[in-house]
């Protein structure tokens, strides 16, 4: 059973621009929070960005901030994350991550606040 799916991965060269997208299942997953996480060739998967459905506060990791924007439309049930200004290490499956508990500011940054997860998208980054 899928509960999250990502799309809009691909091969964009240093500096392009990506949009991932990230539906939940079912509106169980709509009420707190989705987040972006990574995981480079041979590294732990890494936090990216977070971000509430009820009031849209975002939170990001500090090596995207400036660079990646997350959103979403509620109406759609739908999450965001925009990437622009691509770096060759920002190489990585992506994964799109949802939880159906409240999540506090100070832990929605690590992956046991969420219950289910994306399959993953591959972006590759060429130099």
């Known amino acids: 059973q899928v509960e999250v799916v990502e799309s809009g991965g691909g091969l964009v060269q240093t500096g392009g621009s990506l949009r991932l997208s990230c539906a939940p299942s079912d509106r169980t997953f709509s009420r707190y929070a989705m987040g972006w996480f990574r995981q480079a060739p041979g590294k732990e998967r890494d936090f990216v960005a977070a971000i509430r459905w009820s009031g849209g506060s975002t939170y990001y990791a500090d090596s995207v901030k400036g660079r990646f924007t997350i959103s979403r439309d509620n109406a759609k049930n739908m999450v965001y994350l925009q990437m622009n200004s691509l770096k060759p290490e920002d190489t990585a499956v992506y994964y799109c991550?949802?939880?159906?508990?409240?999540?506090?500011?100070?832990?929605?940054?690590?992956?046991?606040?969420?219950?289910?997860w994306g399959q993953g998208t591959q972006v590759t980054v060429s130099s």
């Open positions: 991550a949802a939880t159906k508990r409240q999540v506090w500011s100070s832990t929605i940054y690590y992956e046991y606040s969420y219950d289910a």
